[in-house]
């Protein structure tokens, strides 16, 4: 009897045992599950966008060299096929955008570099440059032969484009680094948009411009009597004595966007750069200027010429500080207006690309 009760009592401790052991290992499951869920919600946390998909970025652009060297990753994103969303604008000059950027209509924009420097101090450093995008691509036309050195433009008229950017001030910049005061001994008219002025050009309306490519060359393949006169990179170079690049184009974006979606930025710049590169390869010339054609930038004649002449790049990081540092000293000295009537501070470089 007693071992009977022996054997009962051993049977019903080991079935308590093996019950207790179950449940210990449930708690232990269910308690790895719970810390494995909120290891997994606090790095979700830090990482908000792991997915970018639901992310559109508003891009802006100019209808020349800034938008040339974007048409790649505007034809994948129009079939779907880039990474990220993006939302295009493409305008004429740079005051139909300098409006819409102060109020955060854009994210991206693609402007003149000291427009940027003059919109970081406008809206109390709202907006950082996140790459260059375009060197030196500025050059005086002239129908006929008279033009041969910048002594040779006193007394003369320049038709221009860009009043209130680089255009205009890397030609003032240059009239009085060789002893010519603009407005006295040069007289300048702005137009609105390249396209107006490269027009009056190859119409004979007009006889000397300041023009970019590829405008220049639009107008060289419809007035025989058009040529290049003068290089006014090579022109600013020489007065600057080889401490400054012209960096005419860049990108720039909102502060609060570059805060609030970095890796959304960082797909951008990876993409802007994959879109510069192939539009620079001279092995896709002749599909990339259907697509500068298909954009309503320019003709793809035009663009065929023109592309290699346009100096577009993609330059970020430490080397675009440092270019456009050189750069933006040299209009503070000449003109404080040019870049907003003071040189930007460190915050506004995007350097975390």
């Known amino acids: ?26 708690s232990q499951d269910d308690a790895n599950k719970d810390s494995a869920q909120q290891e997994q919600q606090k790095e979700e946390e830090k990482t908000p966008e792991e997915n970018t998909d639901d992310v559109t970025i508003r891009v802006a652009g100019l209808k020349g060299p800034t938008a040339m060297g974007m048409v790649k990753m505007m034809d994948d994103s129009a079939k779907g096929d880039a990474q990220g969303n993006y939302d295009f604008t493409l305008a004429g000059a740079p005051e139909e955008l300098t409006g819409p950027i102060v109020q955060g209509e854009f994210d991206i924009a693609a402007v003149p ?71 006295e001994d040069v007289q300048v008219e702005y137009k609105t948009e390249h396209s107006e002025l490269a027009a009056l050009l190859a119409a004979g309306q007009a006889d000397l411009a300041l023009l970019p490519q590829p405008f220049v060359t639009s107008v060289l393949t419809q007035n025989e009597n058009a040529r290049v006169a003068l290089d006014l990179t090579q022109l600013w170079e020489d007065a600057a004595q080889g401490e400054s690049v012209l960096t005419m184009g860049c990108l720039l974006v909102q502060k609060s966007f570059a805060q609030e979606h970095p890796q959304a930025l960082a797909t951008f710049l990876k993409e802007y750069q994959e879109s510069v590169d192939y539009v620079t390869d001279e092995n896709n010339l002749d599909e990339v200027s259907t697509l500068i054609e298909e954009q309503g930038i320019i003709t ?25 540092q050189g750069f933006l000293e040299i209009l503070m000295n000449a003109d404080p207006t040019s870049v907003g009537g003071a040189l930007p501070g460190d915050d506004f470089y995007y350097l975390e690309s």
């Open 1 to 26: 009897m007693k071992r009977r009760f022996l054997s009962l009592f051993l049977a019903l401790l080991l079935l308590f045992t093996l019950a207790g052991c179950q449940k210990s290992s449930s």
């Open 113 to 183: 570099t000291n427009l940027a420097s003059t919109l970081y101090n406008k809206t109390q450093g709202k907006v950082q440059l996140a790459a260059l995008n375009t060197l030196g691509v500025l050059y005086i036309v002239e129908t006929g032969d008279s033009i041969q050195s910048v002594e040779d433009l006193r007394g003369r008229t320049i038709y221009a484009t860009g009043k209130g950017s680089t255009p205009e001030y890397a030609l003032n910049y240059v009239l009085t680094q060789n002893g010519l005061t603009p407005g």
């Open 300 to 324: 793809k004649a035009v663009a065929q010429k023109a592309l290699p002449q346009c100096n577009i790049v993609c330059i970020t990081g430490d080397e675009m500080k440092t270019m456009t």
